[in-house]
């Protein structure tokens, strides 16, 4: 395997530990060009490697930040003064 699948590899299995293995492999296998297995391990990838971590990093933080966004407007409702804007 290349460096950037092993890469994958691990980023993949580390985000199964803090998303859970459903969510992080759903959005790893969102990714086009990338194939991954129910361990989290590549099995292929298409196309430009540095690309598909790109997407898969995308795809990481954009979830990542949904769900802080969605406990900081749950927060708010407690703490109504807090602004957030």
Known sequence: MSDYEN???EL???HKLVLGPNIALDTARAVKGLKVAD???VQRVFGD???VLKALLNGYGSLV???SQKIA???QKKY????LT
């Open 65 to 67: 930040h949904q769900i």
């Open 49 to 51: 490697e540095a690309l």
């Open 73 to 75: 407007d749950d927060l």
């Open 12 to 14: 993949v299995q580390k």
């Open 80 to 83: 109504p003064s807090v602004n």
């Open 7 to 9: 890469f994958i590899t």
């Open 39 to 41: 361990d989290g391990k």
